[in-house]
């Protein structure tokens, strides 16, 4: 049984909505593509424009809606909870903040992947969607921690001269 129960999300290119509320309960990644919004957090407030990522902190009270000339912004998102969520979350992987998204396009085409996944609902897509989820999240807390690009690790794996032997982080090092 997956420890991950995904609840909804979807793709909205000309995302009107203003939202206004304490998420608990669940979590949910967030993904702007492009347009402009303004984001609050409690007291921080942030305008955002282009290429973002945000999570829902449990308890913390979130207000965005658009702020271009247009009115409208291009949002993806799901909404997830279980045991595997909270543990992401204690770990760090789930976002905060909003953050600058890495590679906007291959973003976009996971979250894709990850919806159409999750709209599936076979059991191996679920199972595919959670794999897709977490590959989002650390793609973004790598991002945020500075950590080694998929580039950099492939190099080393190369420079060490067999890609098809797991090597030990200490040997890649």
Same mark, same amino acid.
């Not at 206004?20 to 957090?41: K, P």
């Not at 191996?124 to 690790?153: F, K, V, Y």
């Given at each position: 049984?997956?420890?991950?129960?995904? *609840?909804?999300?979807?793709?909205?290119?000309?995302?009107?909505?203003?939202? $206004?509320?304490?998420? %608990?309960?669940?979590?949910? +990644?967030?993904?702007?593509? /492009?347009?402009?919004?303004?984001?609050?957090?409690?007291? *921080?407030? =942030?305008?955002?424009?282009?290429?973002?990522?945000? !999570?829902? #902190? *449990?308890?913390? @009270?979130?207000?965005?809606?658009?702020?271009? %000339?247009?009115?409208?912004?291009?949002?993806?998102?799901? /909404?997830? %909870? !279980? #045991?595997?969520? $909270?543990?992401?979350?204690?770990? !760090?992987?789930? #976002?905060?903040? #909003?953050q600058p998204t890495p590679d906007p396009k291959g973003f976009a085409q996971g979250t894709?992947? +990850?919806?159409?996944?999750?709209?599936?609902?076979?059991?191996?897509? @679920?199972?595919?969607?959670?794999?897709?989820?977490?590959?989002?999240?650390?793609?973004? *807390?790598?991002?945020?921690?500075?950590?080694?690009? $998929? $580039?950099?690790?492939?190099?080393?794996? %190369?420079a060490a001269g067999d890609p098809q032997r797991?090597?030990? =982080?200490?040997?890649?090092?």
């Open positions: 049984m997956l420890d991950l129960c995904f *609840h909804h999300g979807g793709h909205f290119p000309h995302c009107q909505t203003h939202v $206004d509320r304490r998420f %608990s309960g669940y979590y949910t +990644l967030q993904f702007m593509a /492009a347009g402009a919004l303004m984001y609050e957090r409690d007291d *921080h407030r =942030l305008h955002l424009e282009g290429a973002w990522c945000w !999570g829902t #902190p *449990h308890g913390a @009270r979130l207000r965005y809606r658009p702020s271009g %000339s247009d009115g409208q912004w291009d949002h993806r998102y799901i /909404a997830f %909870s !279980g #045991p595997l969520a $909270d543990r992401w979350a204690a770990d !760090g992987l789930i #976002p905060t903040e #909003p894709d992947r +990850l919806i159409m996944l999750f709209q599936r609902g076979g059991i191996w897509d @679920r199972q595919l969607a959670a794999n897709q989820l977490e590959r989002l999240l650390m793609e973004l *807390h790598a991002a945020r921690s500075g950590a080694i690009r $998929d $580039d950099a690790l492939s190099a080393a794996i %190369s797991r090597y030990s =982080l200490d040997e890649l090092a």
